[in-house]
């Protein structure tokens, strides 16, 4: 999946330089390598692209980096979160340039997963909306899912994501309209924030010459109001995350009305005359009612994907263990 988590990453990994490739990997790759994934291939070349801080995207980039692939591209670094990525036969896909001194680490973003997403979709549980905290039924129920058979490692399971202002600054532009700019004002749920999100906000920017475009995000009790079941997977806070990361987007309204009235129109500054509505086709037929389905046709490959995931992750970090306990013992034996 294509995720804020994978957004604060993007923005920890621009600030470290002046400008920023991501490599993406093909589906063949991804189900080699980890497993069945979410979301197409172009699905997320766009989507990693529609990201703000991204200044380019490498198509079908190679699953494990190497020094050639940075001095093709011309980079100086690379940089990924300090969590592990391995191959299928279980090796760092970043041992070569991390020996050569031309790797960087970031922080991965608590409380998020690729992991713990698919767990909401197919648990069918309201734990993760605003306000609520997790059960320990929830937590129980979420954390086995697609565990290896006594895996437990730091990278997988269930941690609630807990907002701050600084993470909202950190995402927004700051930026209020100029004088000049179109106001556009667009709402919704914006959950599972993908492709078609994607498409509908790049075409409402493309309304004007100087666009300043506002979403406002319903609240979640709004959103299981008209969608119901699970429904928003991703809670308020959340979509908050996803929708900034757009560069498509320069403010997000946090619980927007459901219905835009003219006290929110003038509160933005929009034009007063009235009959401004405008009605955009994305031109994408992909839903989030679409990719849970998707997620609920491939369960069996999911939790197959998660159990083997952790079990080499377990493996890698067993293997490291017993290195370094082997380092101390030479150690003690100099004398």
């Known amino acids: 999946m294509v995720h804020y988590g994978h957004s604060n990453q993007l923005r920890?990994?621009?600030?470290?330089?002046?400008?920023?490739?991501?490599?993406?990997?093909?589906?063949?790759?991804?189900?080699?390598?980890k497993g069945p994934p979410v979301f197409t291939q172009e699905e997320r070349y766009k989507m990693v692209q529609a990201i703000k801080w991204v200044d380019e995207v490498v198509p079908a980039a190679p699953y494990v980096t190497t020094l050639e692939t940075l001095d093709k591209y011309s980079c100086d670094f690379c940089v990924h979160g300090?969590?592990?990525?391995?191959?299928?036969?279980?090796?760092?896909?970043?041992?070569e340039v991390k020996q050569a001194g031309r790797y960087r680490e970031c922080q991965r973003t608590q409380?998020?997963?690729?992991?713990?997403?698919?767990?909401?979709?197919?648990?069918v549980t309201k734990a993760h909306h605003s306000g609520h905290e997790i059960s320990s039924e929830y937590r129980e129920y979420a954390d086995s899912f697609g565990k290896c058979p006594g895996g437990r490692n730091p990278w997988t399971g269930v941690s609630q994501f807990l907002q701050t202002s600084q993470k909202i600054i950190q995402f927004a532009s700051g930026k209020e309209p100029q004088p000049g700019e179109t106001v556009i004002y667009v709402a919704g749920a914006f959950d599972l924030f993908h492709i078609g999100?994607?498409?509908?906000?790049?075409?409402?920017?493309?309304?004007?010459?100087?666009?300043?475009?506002?979403?406002?995000?319903?609240?979640?009790?709004?959103?299981n109001h008209y969608k119901g079941k699970n429904y928003p997977?991703?809670?308020?806070?959340?979509?908050?995350?996803?929708?900034?990361?757009?560069?498509?987007?320069s403010e997000v309204v946090i619980g927007a009305p459901?219905?835009?009235?003219?006290?929110?129109?003038?509160?933005?500054?929009?034009?007063?005359?009235?009959?401004?509505?405008?009605?955009?086709?994305?031109?994408?037929?992909?839903?989030?009612?679409?990719?849970?389905?998707?997620?609920?046709?491939?369960?069996?490959?999911?939790?197959?994907?998660?159990?083997?995931?952790?079990?080499?992750?377990?493996?890698?970090?067993?293997?490291?263990?017993?290195?370094?306990?082997?380092?101390?013992?030479?150690?003690?034996?100099d004398f």
């Open 111 to 123: 409380g998020v997963s690729t992991t713990d997403l698919v767990g909401r979709m197919l648990l």
């Open 12 to 33: 920890q990994a621009r600030a470290m330089g002046d400008y920023l490739i991501v490599g993406v990997h093909t589906d063949e790759e991804i189900s080699k390598h």
């Open 197 to 223: 999100h994607v498409d509908f906000l790049e075409k409402v920017h493309g309304l004007a010459e100087r666009p300043y475009v506002i979403a406002g995000l319903h609240f979640d009790q709004e959103v």
């Open 82 to 95: 300090n969590d592990i990525t391995l191959t299928v036969d279980g090796r760092d896909t970043y041992e």
């Open 258 to 333: 459901y219905a835009v009235t003219a006290e929110l129109l003038d509160h933005f500054k929009e034009p007063k005359r009235r009959g401004i509505f405008c009605q955009i086709d994305s031109g994408s037929d992909l839903t989030t009612d679409l990719i849970v389905q998707r997620i609920i046709k491939n369960r069996l490959e999911y939790e197959a994907r998660n159990q083997k995931k952790e079990a080499k992750e377990l493996a890698f970090l067993e293997a490291r263990r017993r290195q370094e306990v082997q380092r101390e013992r030479e150690s003690d034996c």
């Open 233 to 249: 997977i991703m809670n308020l806070h959340e979509r908050t995350l996803s929708v900034l990361a757009c560069r498509y987007v």
